[in-house]
């Protein structure tokens, strides 16, 4: 059984930054996606970035493209996500997410059928 663990959330001022992880256990397929959403309460779910296991480049939602990266450390089954120059609406519930034996590596929700439980992301003014 697949399970994700997200950690390295918190409370930060405009323009820090933070390290979000993702420890993955459990077995994933060998060609397989894995991203990062967030969600802000009453809204929907918004995809961040995504990468393939296999490498290449990340896709990055235009909002995070330039401040937030995006890595996955096959070696040690955990993804990454730094967060840099934070702004006020990138508060939120960050979420780890893979999908099954993909290559196509989107910001689409349903393409992903693992989720882990979210770390909390504020960003204060």
């Known amino acids: 059984q697949v399970q994700l663990v997200e950690s390295g959330g918190g409370s930060v001022q405009t323009g820090g930054a933070l390290r979000l992880s993702c420890a993955v256990s459990g077995h994933l397929v060998s060609n397989h996606c894995m991203a990062w959403f967030r969600e802000v309460s009453g809204q929907e779910r918004e995809g961040v970035a995504t990468v393939y296991n296999g490498g290449g480049e990340p896709t990055y939602s235009d909002s995070v493209s330039g401040r937030f990266t995006i890595s996955l450390d096959n070696a040690e089954r955990t993804l990454y996500l730094q967060l840099d120059s934070l702004r006020p609406e990138d508060t939120g519930m960050y979420y780890c997410?893979?999908?099954?034996?993909?290559?196509?590596?989107?910001?689409?929700?349903?393409?992903?059928?693992?989720w882990g439980r979210g770390t909390p992301v504020t960003v204060s003014s």
């Open positions: 997410a893979a999908t099954g034996s993909s290559t196509w590596c989107r910001l689409y929700p349903s393409l992903y059928w693992y």
